[in-house]
């Protein structure tokens, strides 16, 4: 297995905190400027360990397989749309340029950026639910919001997505 690409950054304004974040395939280790080579060496292992459980512990089982999302998206649909959206298939699509998910209600299908698999779980459900509403009314009106709005979390996981589209700089907006 390759190893990870890391980026150190040091800075003389960080005096104690060291933290860690992911950028695409990259941990980025924010350092205090004044550590040594060593400590460093630690800090940069240390944060890739406490990523790498965190994101375990987040990692959805929908999140596994192109299976693993319909047999979630059938859940979701007995849960907030009364098991009448029905997916002919869901699969994981390599990342969009403008969108999370896309849905084609002529057949049934729902098309998912890989971008997802590293949201929180809930995020990705409220993705799910919004394309399994389309199956039942295509365009975003009042009754495709009422549908989505089953979700309990709708409000949140749109600011998230919206969020994390905006840090990255993806230009991605809701539907």
């Known amino acids: 297995m390759a190893e990870p690409l890391v980026e150190v950054r040091r800075s003389k304004r ?4 060291v933290t860690a974040y992911r950028d695409g395939d990259k941990l980025v280790v924010l350092i205090p400027a004044r550590l040594s ?3 460093e060496a630690h800090w940069v292992t240390e944060m890739q360990r406490r990523l790498l ?3 375990t512990k987040r990692r959805a089982p929908s999140k596994a397989s192109d299976a693993a999302l319909l047999a979630r998206c ?8 009364n098991g009448r959206a029905v997916p002919s298939s869901v699969r994981w699509v ?13 057949d049934g299908t729902i098309r998912v950026s890989e971008r997802l698999r590293e949201v929180p779980g ?7 639910v919004h394309e ?22 709708t409000d949140r996981a749109i600011g998230y ?5 905006a840090a990255a700089g993806w230009g991605i907006t809701e539907d």
Not at 94 to 105: G, K, L, Q, V
Not at 161 to 165: I, N, R, T
């Open 14 to 17: 960080r005096t104690r905190t």
């Open 37 to 39: 080579k060593a400590e």
């Open 53 to 55: 459980r965190g994101e």
């Open 74 to 81: 059938e859940q979701l649909s007995m849960r907030h749309l």
């Open 94 to 106: 390599p990342p969009m340029r403008t969108r999370w998910a896309s849905c084609t209600p002529a």
């Open 122 to 128: 809930w995020v990705l459900d409220y993705v799910l």
């Open 132 to 153: 399994l509403a389309h199956l039942l009314e295509s365009s975003h009106n009042a009754k495709f919001w009422a549908l989505v709005r089953d979700y309990p979390r």
């Open 161 to 165: 997505l919206e969020g994390l589209s």
